[in-house]
């Protein structure tokens, strides 16, 4: 028997024993009372999973600060499950952002995901932090830490942050912002998984001992995907594309390639040891219910 043979089948046989993965899903705040219902329709097929965390996003220029708001408090209240406010501190003074932090407080929200955001005027032009804001994602992580016990994620770049000149600029930032007192780093969206590996490797080098969890994005619709991809700085492969070709009006058959690709690169994670995943959903349970049963969680 060759050693792919015995590698495939020691995989195989450690996931008939239920691993222990931890799954957060992030969703976006919704602006219409159509996509509302959809975003707790959603929410509620995935709180039976126990997630460690269901994260919102917080639109550019602060755009979605009452709407995050609201979402994370009501989930916090609702469902049990511990919400996660995402914020940015674009086109916002240090007073301003501190008394959205104080506000998630007062909520009851207690985790935070800290990210600088994308300038104003889009992803590709030259970043200006307002006058007397947070200049980056590390000083806004001080500046959370400085007004309550927060538990703060941040982001992490597994093909490197746009703006970033070279690797040691990208891991000396995730270093400053792990420093700063950050518990974890959640990736940007991946599709090879050796760019995963090679920032593990990277991190550990540089002494950055927390979590760095893979953020991971079933293409629901390939065009869209490509294009957030695009702007984030993510390649999609040629490979991937070619699966795509043809299924612009073909959902059912879309969804079940979407599927079939996340579930090969989740299982490739968990089978090199990963533990925690976070799923963007796109407010849409449908793809990551179906990843969360590859990796042996259900409710
Ligand atoms: P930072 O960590 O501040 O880094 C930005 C750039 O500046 C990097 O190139 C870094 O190397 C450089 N840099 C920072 N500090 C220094 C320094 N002291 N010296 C030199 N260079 C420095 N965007 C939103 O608008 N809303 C969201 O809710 C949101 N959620 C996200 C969640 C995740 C998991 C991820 C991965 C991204 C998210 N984004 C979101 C996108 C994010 O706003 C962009 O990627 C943004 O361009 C960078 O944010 P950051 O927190 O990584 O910035």
New binding site residues.
């Given amino acids: 028997m060759n050693n792919k043979v015995v590698a495939n089948r020691a995989s195989r046989l450690s996931r008939e024993k239920k691993p222990e993965i931890e799954l957060s899903f992030?969703f976006f705040p919704p602006k219409t009372e159509v996509s509302e219902a959809r975003f707790w329709a959603s929410l509620e097929k995935l709180v039976p999973l126990n997630p460690r965390f269901v994260s919102v996003?917080?639109?550019?220029g602060g755009s979605t600060r009452e709407r995050t708001l609201r979402m994370v408090s009501r989930i916090t209240h609702e469902t049990g499950i511990s919400a996660a406010a995402?914020l940015?501190c674009?086109g916002a003074s240090r007073g301003e952002v501190d008394d959205v932090v104080r506000g998630f407080y007062d909520a009851g929200v207690r985790r935070i995901?800290?990210?600088?955001?994308?300038p104003e005027e889009g992803?590709g032009a030259k970043?200006v932090p307002h006058p007397d804001g947070y200049?980056?994602?590390?000083q806004l992580v001080e500046g959370i830490r400085g007004i309550a016990d927060f538990d703060i994620?941040?982001?992490?770049?597994p093909e490197r942050?746009?703006?970033?000149k070279d690797w040691t600029?990208?891991i000396?930032?995730l270093k400053?912002?792990y420093d700063a007192g950050a518990a974890r780093a959640?990736?940007?969206m991946f599709f090879d998984n050796r760019d995963y590996w090679d920032l593990l490797e990277r991190a550990e080098k540089a002494g950055i001992n927390m979590p760095i969890v893979p953020?991971i994005q079933p293409i629901h619709n390939f065009s869209r995907i490509s294009m957030f991809a695009k702007n984030?700085g993510a390649k999609v492969p040629q490979w991937m594309a070619e699966r795509f070709e043809g299924l612009e009006n073909d959902a059912s058959t879309h969804a079940l390639v979407a599927a079939s690709l996340a579930g090969e690169q989740v299982t490739e994670l968990m089978d090199g040891g990963v533990k925690r995943f976070?799923f963007f959903t796109m407010n849409d349970a449908a793809q990551a219910l179906t990843l969360a049963r590859v990796l042996g969680q259900r409710s």
């Fill in positions: 992030e996003t917080y639109g550019a995402h940015t674009v995901v800290a990210i600088r955001g994308d992803v970043f200049a980056n994602a590390t994620s941040v982001a992490a770049y942050h746009p703006e970033s600029a990208e000396d930032n400053r912002k959640i990736t940007q953020g984030c976070h």
